[in-house]
Structures are given as C-alpha cells and as structure tokens.
C-alpha cells in the first residue's frame, strides 16, 4: 500500500459543485501539504498544516480551503468549482527537520495525485 | 521571498550521453536544502537527490549528481549514461533550513526526453 494515498485518482465535475480530495498517509508525519501541478507552472502551494491545529495558506489557496482531521488526514475542498481550477493536485507529507550532521533534509513525500476537470 | 528558476522548459538527449538540467534560486539566507524531483509519465513525484547548503561536497545518487555553487545560487543536476527511463519532469526545489522550516518552493520544470 502507498504510504500517501489520495482520492479520488481521477475527478471531472461541473461549474459550480463542491468537491472534496482527500488524503491519508501512514508514514507518520506531522507535516501536510496540498500543491497544484499547472503545465508550464510547476507546483504550487495551496495550504499547509505543521500539525493537527495548525493550518496555514499558500500561495494559490484562493477558492479552496482544507480541514486536518487526524494527523493522518488532509482534505482539501473546493467550495464551488471553477475550470481554472483543472490541474492535477498534490497532497505530500514531511517529516520535522533535524539538525545539521543528522542527515535528513525533511523531504516531500508524494501521494500519486488527483486530476481534476472542471466543465 | 524565495524563487526558484528552471531556464529550461524541454530538453533531449540521446541514450548514453550526458545531460545537465540547469536551476538556480534567490534567497538571503544561508542555510536551507535543496532538491530535484522526477516526475516520469505515470506522474507520480519522485526524489532524485537532495543537497544540504552548508555542505560543500557535491551529491551524487548514482548516475545522477549535481553541482552546487552556492556564491553563484545555482545547482545544476546532471545525468550520465541517460537511460529511456530517464525521460520526466524534473523539478527543482528550495526550502529554508529554520527552526519552523517552509514549505518546498518548485521551479517549473524542465521535461527531459531521452531518445533511442
């Protein structure tokens, strides 16, 4: 099983629906995200959450809007959707960051992402 | 704020060669990690290599390395004996080392084609 699964894998809706990816990981980190894949875009950052009560925007959070249910879990939903909001998104996991001389550089772990198509 | 560029959109480069995919990033800090991510066909997002700012000795995972000038903010990945596998989205990515770390800034991408 992935560490950092997501549902649904694939999604077309219409204008105006609410719609809700989740997320789960097993990895046991504290540490959510939620990116947006645009082609030519890269990725970028909806919302974040450092741990259970913390939730925190990025840099496109505009029109979408989280919950953190569990340490485990990290929906994100869009409230009433639109067709620029078609990409492909992310949810990842990270670990806390260590000290110098420890190793580990706290790096992203990945679910297989959602694509999303708003008609 | 801090930026991540990737001056190169599409690259190709025949089986066994070698290629260079170019990134460089604004910060006024001085310590933080920086990586590359693979982003191969069936989209799943995957580390390739991973270099810590306060260590001046170049990362190397294999067939994968990078060069790290940190007075010049770039950092650069190159790929020996290209293998069709290769062939992905390579994403380059920023993050602060503090006491609340950041999130991961992306560049947008180069996609590298690997040809027979």
């Known amino acids: 099983d992935a560490d950092v699964t997501q549902t649904p894998r694939n999604r077309i809706t219409k204008t105006g629906k609410r719609i809700m990816l989740e997320c789960s990981q097993t990895k046991g980190h504290d540490r959510m995200y939620w990116y947006r894949q645009d082609p030519g875009l890269g990725l970028q950052l909806i919302y974040y959450s450092f741990d259970v009560k913390d939730i925190n925007k990025g840099e496109i959070s505009d029109g979408y809007s989280v919950s953190r249910q569990a340490q485990a879990k990290f929906s994100l939903s869009l409230e009433s959707a639109i067709p620029n909001q078609t990409a492909l998104y992310f949810c990842?996991?990270?670990?806390?960051?260590?000290?110098?001389?420890?190793?580990?550089?706290?790096?992203?772990?990945f679910g297989n992402g959602t694509r999303l198509t708003v008609t | 704020a801090q930026t991540v560029t990737q001056s190169q959109p599409e690259m190709s480069v025949q089986e066994a060669e070698t290629v260079t995919l170019s990134c460089t990033y604004d910060t006024s800090e001085n310590n933080y990690y920086l990586f590359w991510y693979k982003q191969p066909p069936s989209r799943q997002m995957i580390l390739v290599i991973r270099q810590e700012a306060y260590k001046q000795q170049n990362a190397t995972e294999n067939r994968f390395s990078v060069n790290f000038q940190k007075a010049a903010k770039s950092f650069s990945l190159k790929i020996s004996d290209s293998q069709l596998g290769d062939t992905a989205m390579y994403f380059c990515?920023?993050?602060?080392?503090?006491?609340?770390?950041?999130?991961?800034?992306f560049g947008k991408g180069t996609r590298l084609s690997v040809i027979a």
């Open positions: 990842a996991t990270s670990d806390l960051p260590r000290g110098p001389g420890t190793g580990s550089s706290s790096p992203l772990h």
């Open positions: 990515a920023f993050t602060l080392r503090n006491s609340g770390n950041t999130p991961l800034v």
